[in-house]
């Protein structure tokens, strides 16, 4: 699959791909070259689809690692590109201009990361309105304290019961109504 593309990709790391399909491959890049490629990819070889934009938090690098998935009209290809940015507010540049469903992508990492995206037109609430706290995706976000400090815990009310306990109790009752006789359970015999 790389083979018309190696040209274009000297000086990129280039993933193992002895362990993927022949359809799909990763390249990684500097940030600074990031969006001439993924020009260079739509324009000149054929990916017409951003599928996803994918982030993960490596905090011990004080990096995101974004992954722009990208895909050729004719579903034959799928290439990963992937850069790393700053975790403290380097900012990213749109590319909605390539791939207009970016934008959902990119309200996204906004939202969910904090990360800053330039040329944006839409960085407002997305699906946390009038959150203010640390973006819940990043590893330094503590959901268990987040959750004892905004809601109200439901220890002592009758609504409260141990998950576990619950399951084990409605598989006992299952039990108990498929181990019954038809005639028992009132089922004509």
Known sequence: MLDALLPHLDGFDIQDQTQRNDRLAFVRVPKTQLFSLLGLLKQGHGFATLTTIA???WIEDGVFRLTYVL???GRDRVLGVQAD???EGEELATCIPLWPQAEIFERELHEMFGIPITGHPSLGD???EGWTHTPPMRREFDTLKFVQENYEMRSGREDNQ????AIRRRKEAKQVAKSKPAS???APS
Do not use: K, P, S
């Open 55 to 57: 982030c993960t938090d």
């Open 71 to 73: 895909e050729t009209a």
């Open 85 to 87: 940015i700053g975790r």
């Open 162 to 165: 141990d998950v576990r306990e």
């Open 184 to 186: 028992e359970d009132g």
């Open 126 to 128: 997305f699906m946390l």
